[in-house]
């Protein structure tokens, strides 16, 4: 049980106020940062100076200048592929989101994910551009040959995955803190992934643009991530509160009532029971607690039956058949009304008897008697 002192006072709490909003220098940096991605694409296309950098780099050969970093840069640059990140990612936020009690950060999250798959995947299958180890022409684009690789997605997912640590710290300090390490991973995997050869200069150039343009069109989601948060929490309240989607309580659905045994006639001090047809009451002196008897033996309930339907209406003929009324003890195994009756159903058949041969000693014992 968590005590006072483990509860999370208010001033931990994160705010919206504390999250990044989309201001003035923000806008600014947004509109620059996107004539960046269009200018890199534009050069690419045009096969301009950016492309002839691209082979001189690539035919240069960085992992053969530098082979003893080799083995450890193929570990590092696990850290720009979406899977492994994400989940690193995912179990800090999930942590976060249970102990503040809110869903924001995951929501976060996936909408920056989901902005990835989209724009950065659109353009990836779009332009078609070939990587460095596929290229057939020295000094051309590569582009619309069936490739993948521009910009560059191990690039653009390091920007966004650590970059929305950053965006999402609680102070001003955590969040410049958060700004340079997660700038620093997104450069070393960029760098990482021109050293092993697998993508040119202008694919890890276009993956910042794009991974610095949702880190900071962030901002403009926020409405809908709220509007969503409200919506889950409202669900899963209604949920575990038992409602509906219309709000109304779904109560368990309540089986006929019994009604008791005792029939008006037997309240009033009538002459018949309402169950057995035997007497139990002659006037208002009679006990009114008393409840009805029944006869024990074969064929008295169909007798109870039909004297009650004769005598006190349908309401008793309802509730002779039913189960036990309430307040009545149920009878024993042995002390049960037997469902058939006792003893053979086929009637009694006088068979005659079966003549007797006599044996064969009592024959001769009777002619030596004779003779």
Avoid: C
């Avoid at 590092?76 to 179990?91: D, E, N, S």
């Avoid at 058939?340 to 001769?364: I, K, M, N």
């Amino acid at each position: 049980m968590r005590t006072d002192e483990k509860r999370l006072r208010p001033a931990e709490r994160p705010t919206t106020r504390d999250l990044p909003r989309m201001s003035r220098t923000r806008v600014w940096l947004f509109g620059s940062t996107l004539a960046v991605y269009v200018a890199i694409v534009v050069g690419v296309l045009t096969t301009s100076k950016l492309v002839t950098l691209d082979w001189q780099v690539m035919l240069w050969r960085p992992y053969k200048q530098w082979p003893q970093i080799h083995a450890f840069l193929d570990y590092f640059v696990v850290l720009g592929q979406r899977g492994p990140t994400a989940v690193m990612v995912l179990a800090w936020l999930g942590w976060r989101a249970w102990r503040y009690r809110t869903l924001h950060p995951l929501l976060v999250l996936g909408t920056s994910l989901l902005l990835l798959n989209i724009t950065v995947g659109a353009v990836k299958y779009g332009l078609g551009r070939l990587g460095p180890h596929y290229a057939t022409t020295v000094g051309s684009a590569e582009m619309f040959a069936g490739g993948d690789i521009f910009p560059s997605g191990h690039t653009a997912n390091a920007v966004v995955t650590w970059g929305v640590l950053a965006y999402l710290a609680t102070t001003p300090r955590a969040r410049r803190l958060g700004s340079v390490v997660s700038a620093l991973l997104a450069l070393g995997v960029g760098a990482t992934t021109v050293y092993l050869g697998t993508h040119w200069v202008s694919d890890v150039l276009l993956g910042w643009a794009a991974g610095l343009l949702i880190l900071l069109a962030l901002p403009w989601f926020e409405p809908a991530m709220a509007r969503a948060e409200e919506f889950l929490v409202l669900a899963w309240a209604r949920l575990r509160s038992g409602t509906g989607a219309s709000g109304v309580t779904v109560r368990p659905t309540v089986g006929p009532v019994l009604v008791s045994q005792r029939t008006a006639a037997g309240t009033a001090g009538g002459p018949a029971d309402g169950l057995s047809g035997t007497v139990t009451g002659t006037g208002a002196g009679s006990d009114e607690d008393e409840l009805p008897r029944e006869t024990v033996g074969a064929g008295a309930r169909g007798a109870t039956t039909a004297t009650a339907g004769a005598t006190a209406g349908p309401a008793s003929v309802a509730t002779a058949t039913g189960p036990h009324a309430p307040g009545r003890p149920p009878t024993g195994r042995n002390e049960r009304t037997p469902l058939t009756p006792v003893g053979s159903r086929r009637p009694p058949v006088e068979r005659p008897g079966r003549p007797t041969t006599p044996l064969a000693h009592q024959q001769v014992r009777g002619r030596g008697i004779a003779g």
